[in-house]
């Protein structure tokens, strides 16, 4: 058993085969579980070409600095790379001078090499941008390592000790990170100290006030306690917590209730004479604390509270530029219905000038849910975090990214008149995140499933009329983005964003409900001897998530070894509008199965595949949909696979960390008061019929299953069960546990011994 309680499963990784080699009969050589002769050369060829598409590295975030010239300014760049040895993911700072020569140009001059920051968890600079935090994980009990940086040098290093606070939480849910307005305090949120479990020795239990010597002393386990499920396993609660960065004292901040995690803390604006306050993000445990991990139906809420009593010289800081208004997301079409992503709202405060909260502040929505919009038109807000300063100079224009139908977009909003216009280019499929500001121009990187990712740099073509057109100038590379190889292979692919008509519209559809959804088609540009490249439908998980038309890795390297890609966002997925999403919840296994069928319909319909050369192959519900496809459509696909499947909600429902989206989504709406932790016969009914595994008896299909034992959202004996189930029936199955994975099953070596699985299992059915 492992610490957690979860069972490890050994996998014996070689088989001793005969090989006759003419001179030595009954020599022996030592293969890989799985991997014949036949295969082992596909293998080599594969690994070789995949590892060349996992070495690309990635743009994760930038900053800009003024410029010490007072010409230009200076970027910072944070990109990442697997390191399949190490197996885990190295990150780098690499620097550009930025100078924009003209309105057709823009200059940026990289440093020679990038920087590695080893151990770094969090980064992030002042306001001013003179200094800068870098906190670095601690290694087992030792303590937490913070480091303020300047210019030239690290000024000041301080190492809070585990019996303060344990890790600091750098997760993208409860991680907050901020400085105050004058750069003496950084508030953030960090683990709680770990709490004391009972000791005993030879005489029984030792009093805590006991004097007695440490010698023959064991420790206990004491009470268990609710985590928040997947990738939370062995955290503690999130606390809130404000260190002074000249003399390093570090204080919890009081005044919030026990039963509270924070999470996403800023300063509110300072008042002279008063005392500063925190605003952050409370989740109630409630009885029981649900997975959060991709979970924004969970319920919280926004909270102000008294930062401890440090000298400050504040003046005046920044929840917008002028400090006169707090704006916050809204997930609550989420919570409201109890699916776990829906489409966002964006409102604002008033913030107080006394800095005093009062329960009838007035909140004005900026941006709306969105229903059903019409074609072309924003299709409402998906958007899971803002920028630090997202502002244009004007206070009252941010810049953000989010979805819109299968691309990512950048939106301009203002926030007082709730004006959206999309500024990345409208003609381009591509996607498009924006990284950071430079004044009032953004550095955004854009790519596309066949473009790896470039840097560009957007500006305001006329500042000074009311036109709010936007342009994107191209920004040199510090090196090549990827091998010639890579560049050789992609640039031979192509890609469309497919509309697919719904098939027998119901008259109880809702009006969003009925409009086509989108599919985003990959192939190759060379006509080859076959008519069509053999076929793999990709489905992503959730369901409420979407495959975005950005560059994929593991995707390119599929589609660069031969093989068309349909990557489907049935209805359901995010950036269609509410009506559409909402339309999935009581119909899985059924809705969403028949959209992908209709997808591959259209495909073959329009001569871009062959019937019978197709695969399919989807994670967690895109792996529900994997595996009711090859039972509900058994003569469709030649071959599948599968990470981590959702194959029985009546199994899953008691051992995941999420059982009410299994009420959500079988039931619908009604399902969120339905809900218990003690299922009726009849619910387990319904949750068998909507699975996967009543279809079982059915399948064909040869299947790959890719599973991680540490997997608390889908457990690895839900994949088991079902691969076993077609074991009994003779459909050939293999099956690769991953020991120390999670659901997303995303450690590099993991990550890459799993694609290379698919490829080669998809070659060997699909040939």
Same mark, same amino acid.
Request: with cysteine; proline share 6%.
């Given at each position: 058993?492992?610490?957690? @309680?979860?069972?490890?499963?050994?996998?014996? /990784?070689?088989?001793?085969?005969?090989?006759?080699?003419?001179?030595?009969?009954?020599?022996?050589?030592?293969?890989?579980?799985?991997?014949?002769?036949?295969?082992?050369?596909?293998?080599?060829?594969?690994?070789?070409?995949?590892?060349?598409?996992?070495?690309?590295?990635?743009?994760?975030?930038?900053?800009?600095?003024?410029?010490?010239?007072?010409?230009?300014?200076?970027?910072?760049?944070?990109?990442?790379?697997?390191?399949?040895?190490?197996?885990?993911?190295?990150?780098?700072?690499?620097?550009?001078?930025?100078?924009?020569?003209?309105?057709?140009?823009?200059?940026?001059?990289?440093?020679?090499?990038?920087?590695?920051?080893?151990?770094?968890? &969090?980064?992030?600079?002042?306001?001013?941008?003179?200094?800068?935090?870098?906190?670095?994980?601690?290694?087992?009990?030792?303590?937490?390592?913070?480091?303020?940086?300047?210019?030239?040098?690290?000024?000041?290093?301080f190492h809070i000790p585990q019996s303060v606070h344990g890790s600091v939480y750098a997760d993208g849910w409860f991680q907050g990170i901020s400085w105050n307005s004058d750069e003496t305090l950084i508030a953030y949120v960090?683990?709680?100290?770990?709490?004391? *479990?009972?000791?005993?020795?030879?005489?029984?239990? *030792?009093?805590?006030?006991?004097?007695? *010597?440490?010698?023959?002393?064991?420790?206990?386990?004491?009470?268990?306690?609710?985590?928040?499920?997947?990738?939370?396993?062995?955290?503690?609660?999130?606390?809130?917590?404000?260190?002074?960065?000249? #003399?390093?004292?570090?204080?919890?901040?009081?005044?919030? %209730?026990?039963?509270?995690?924070? +999470?996403?803390?800023?300063?509110?604006?300072?008042? /002279?004479?008063?005392?500063?306050?925190?605003?952050?993000?409370?989740?109630?445990?409630?009885?029981?604390?649900?997975?959060?991990?991709?979970?924004?139906?969970?319920?919280?809420?926004?909270? !102000?509270?008294?930062?401890?009593?440090?000298?400050?010289?504040?003046? +005046?800081?920044?929840?917008?530029?002028?400090?006169?208004?707090?704006?916050?997301?809204?997930?609550?079409?989420?919570?409201?219905?109890? &699916?776990?992503?829906?489409?966002?709202?964006?409102?604002?405060?008033?913030?107080?000038?006394?800095?005093?909260?009062?329960?009838?502040?007035?909140?004005?929505?900026?941006?709306?849910?969105?229903?059903?919009?019409?074609?072309?038109?924003?299709?409402?807000?998906?958007?899971?975090?803002?920028?630090?300063?997202?502002?244009?100079?004007?206070?009252?224009?941010?810049?953000? $990214?989010?979805?819109?139908?299968?691309?990512?977009?950048?939106?301009?909003?203002?926030?007082?008149?709730?004006?959206?216009?999309?500024? $990345?280019?409208?003609?381009?499929?591509?996607?498009?995140?924006?990284?950071?500001?430079?004044?009032?121009?953004?550095?955004?990187?854009?790519?596309?499933?066949?473009?790896?990712?470039?840097?560009?740099?957007?500006?305001?073509?006329?500042?000074?009329?009311?036109?709010?057109?936007?342009?994107?100038?191209?920004?040199?590379?510090?090196?090549?983005?990827?091998? %010639?190889?890579?560049?050789?292979?992609?640039?031979?692919?192509?890609?469309?964003?497919?509309?697919?008509?719904?098939?027998?519209?119901?008259? #109880?559809?809702?009006?969003?409900?009925?409009?086509?959804?989108?599919?985003?088609?990959?192939?190759?540009?060379?006509?080859?001897?076959?008519?069509?490249?053999?076929?793999?439908?990709?489905?992503?998980?959730?369901?409420?998530?979407?495959?975005?038309? #950005?560059?994929?890795?593991?995707?390119?390297?599929?589609? $660069?070894? @031969?093989?068309?890609?349909?990557?489907?966002?049935?209805?359901? #997925?995010?950036?269609?509008?509410? %009506?559409?999403?909402?339309?999935?919840?009581?119909?899985?296994?059924?809705?969403?199965?028949?959209?992908?069928?209709? !997808?591959?319909?259209?495909?073959?319909?329009?001569?871009?595949?062959?019937?019978?050369?197709?695969?399919?192959?989807?994670?967690?519900?895109?792996?529900?949909?994997?595996?009711?496809?090859?039972?509900?459509?058994?003569?469709?696909?030649?071959?599948?696979?599968?990470?981590?499947?959702?194959?029985?909600?009546?199994?899953? &429902?008691?051992?995941?960390?999420?059982?009410?989206?299994?009420?959500?989504?079988?039931?619908?709406?009604?399902?969120?008061?339905?809900?218990?932790?003690?299922?009726?016969?009849?619910?387990?009914?319904?949750?068998? /019929?909507?699975?996967?595994?009543?279809?079982?008896?059915?399948?064909?299909?040869?299947?790959?299953?890719?599973?991680?034992?540490?997997?608390?959202?889908?457990?690895?004996?839900?994949?088991?069960?079902?691969?076993?189930?077609?074991?009994?029936?003779?459909?050939?199955?293999?099956?690769?546990?991953?020991?120390?994975?999670?659901?997303?099953? %995303?450690?590099?070596?993991?990550?890459?011994?799993?694609?290379?699985?698919? @490829?080669?299992?998809?070659?060997?059915?699909?040939?």
């Open positions: 058993m492992s610490k957690n @309680g979860q069972c490890m499963i050994k996998l014996k /990784r070689l088989l001793t085969v005969l090989a006759m080699d003419g001179s030595k009969a009954g020599s022996f050589k030592e293969m890989p579980l799985g991997i014949d002769a036949t295969t082992e050369e596909e293998y080599a060829s594969q690994s070789r070409l995949l590892q060349e598409f996992t070495g690309i590295s990635s743009i994760d975030k930038a900053w800009i600095f003024k410029s010490d010239s007072g010409i230009g300014s200076q970027a910072m760049f944070s990109i990442s790379q697997p390191n399949l040895l190490a197996n885990k993911r190295k990150k780098f700072i690499l620097t550009s001078h930025v100078l924009r020569e003209s309105n057709n140009s823009v200059n940026f001059q990289w440093a020679p090499f990038p920087v590695e920051m080893t151990g770094v968890s &969090v980064m992030v600079p002042s306001p001013s941008g003179a200094k800068l935090l870098v906190v670095r994980d601690p290694e087992k009990e030792s303590p937490c390592q913070f480091e303020i940086w300047g210019r030239a040098q690290v000024e000041k290093e960090a683990e709680e100290p770990c709490p004391s *479990k009972p000791t005993f020795t030879g005489q029984g239990y *030792k009093n805590s006030t006991s004097a007695d *010597k440490d010698f023959g002393n064991w420790t206990g386990q004491g009470d268990w306690k609710e985590e928040w499920g997947e990738t939370y396993a062995g955290k503690q609660q999130a606390a809130l917590f404000v260190m002074n960065i000249n #003399s390093g004292e570090t204080q919890a901040v009081k005044g919030i %209730e026990k039963s509270l995690n924070v +999470g996403q803390v800023v300063w509110a604006p300072p008042v /002279r004479g008063s005392h500063q306050y925190l605003v952050f993000v409370g989740w109630s445990e409630g009885t029981r604390k649900l997975g959060i991990k991709y979970c924004f139906n969970r319920p919280c809420a926004l909270y !102000a509270v008294r930062a401890p009593n440090f000298e400050s010289e504040a003046d +005046g800081p920044e929840l917008n530029p002028d400090g006169k208004f707090l704006l916050f997301l809204s997930a609550r079409s989420a919570v409201d219905s109890g &699916v776990h992503s829906a489409t966002d709202s964006l409102h604002i405060i008033d913030w107080p000038m006394d800095g005093v909260l009062s329960s009838s502040t007035k909140i004005v929505d900026v941006i709306p849910v969105v229903m059903c919009a019409e074609d072309g038109y924003f299709p409402g807000l998906y958007c899971s975090s803002f920028l630090s300063n997202p502002w244009l100079s004007d206070g009252c224009t941010m810049i953000l $990214s989010s979805v819109w139908g299968s691309c990512q977009v950048i939106l301009s909003v203002n926030v007082l008149s709730g004006e959206v216009l999309r500024i $990345s280019p409208t003609d381009s499929n591509f996607s498009w995140n924006v990284l950071t500001l430079d004044g009032d121009n953004i550095i955004a990187v854009s790519s596309s499933p066949v473009d790896v990712p470039h840097i560009k740099y957007g500006y305001l073509v006329d500042k000074e009329s009311k036109d709010t057109a936007w342009s994107w100038l191209n920004v040199s590379r510090p090196t090549n983005a990827c091998s %010639e190889k890579v560049e050789s292979l992609i640039s031979s692919l192509q890609f469309s964003i497919l509309k697919i008509p719904i098939r027998d519209v119901s008259y #109880s559809l809702t009006k969003g409900a009925t409009k086509p959804f989108e599919a985003i088609f990959v192939s190759s540009k060379t006509k080859r001897s076959d008519p069509c490249d053999p076929l793999i439908v990709l489905l992503h998980g959730g369901p409420h998530i979407v495959s975005l038309s #950005s560059f994929s890795k593991s995707l390119a390297f599929l589609s $660069s070894i @031969g093989f068309n890609l349909l990557i489907v966002n049935y209805r359901g #997925s995010l950036g269609f509008g509410e %009506e559409a999403l909402q339309s999935l919840p009581g119909n899985i296994g059924s809705q969403d199965v028949n959209d992908v069928l209709v !997808a591959i319909d259209h495909v073959i319909d329009m001569g871009l595949a062959s019937p019978s050369k197709i695969a399919v192959l989807g994670g967690s519900h895109g792996g529900f949909l994997t595996t009711h496809l090859i039972g509900q459509a058994p003569d469709k696909f030649a071959a599948a696979a599968t990470r981590n499947p959702a194959c029985n909600l009546a199994l899953m &429902v008691g051992t995941t960390d999420i059982p009410d989206w299994c009420y959500v989504e079988a039931y619908g709406s009604e399902g969120k008061n339905t809900f218990t932790e003690a299922p009726s016969a009849e619910h387990l009914t319904l949750f068998h /019929r909507k699975s996967p595994i009543s279809h079982s008896s059915k399948v064909k299909t040869p299947t790959l299953f890719l599973l991680g034992a540490q997997d608390v959202r889908l457990p690895v004996f839900t994949g088991l069960q079902y691969a076993r189930a077609l074991k009994e029936k003779g459909v050939p199955v293999k099956v690769i546990v991953f020991p120390n994975d999670t659901h997303a099953i %995303e450690r590099p070596q993991s990550d890459f011994e799993s694609f290379l699985n698919i @490829g080669v299992w998809f070659k060997k059915y699909l040939s």
